[in-house]
């Protein structure tokens, strides 16, 4: 259903054809990034956390990682991930599927700037198999993003 839904949204803007349903499951962003040829960073992960009890969405480069003081500096609180078991009901996708596109409407989406250094990103295509290549002014455009913020670390070059 959840893919379904991604691919009809894709279909009615016209880029259907950056869908790809691969053979294999990208179960971790290495994986992922085997799977589709391209470098780990390149995978834009989509993570669902909860601020004051709401889903938030912050899709971020494959190398990045949350930092709490960012996030609690943009976010006014220490960063909740949504349990496993939630992230459906409250994100619209099933966890491995989760992607910025035809999620449930009340869910803001914020992009990291972790991903701005790239051209273009894969994400996730409502179910584990499949991934969307777009560029990062089209994933801004179509993911309805709210807002570019700055909550990560892990991703630049002289950090570790």
Known sequence: MSYERV??????????DRITVQKL???????AAEVIGCTPAEIAKAMSFLVNEKPVMVVMAGDAKVNSSKFKAR??????????DEVEKLIGH???GVCPFAVNEEVPIYLD????????VHTAGGIDTATIRVSIEELEHYSHAVDWVDVC???????N
Do not use: A
């Open 113 to 120: 700037v972790s991903m701005k250094r790239f051209k273009q």
């Open 153 to 159: 670390k892990g991703w630049y070059v002289n950090e």
């Open 94 to 96: 099933k966890p491995g």
């Open 75 to 84: 976010f006014h609180q220490k960063p909740s991930m949504v349990q496993r």
């Open 25 to 31: 499951t990208g179960d971790t962003v290495e994986h």
């Open 7 to 16: 691919k009809s949204y894709f279909e009615n803007i016209g880029l259907s």
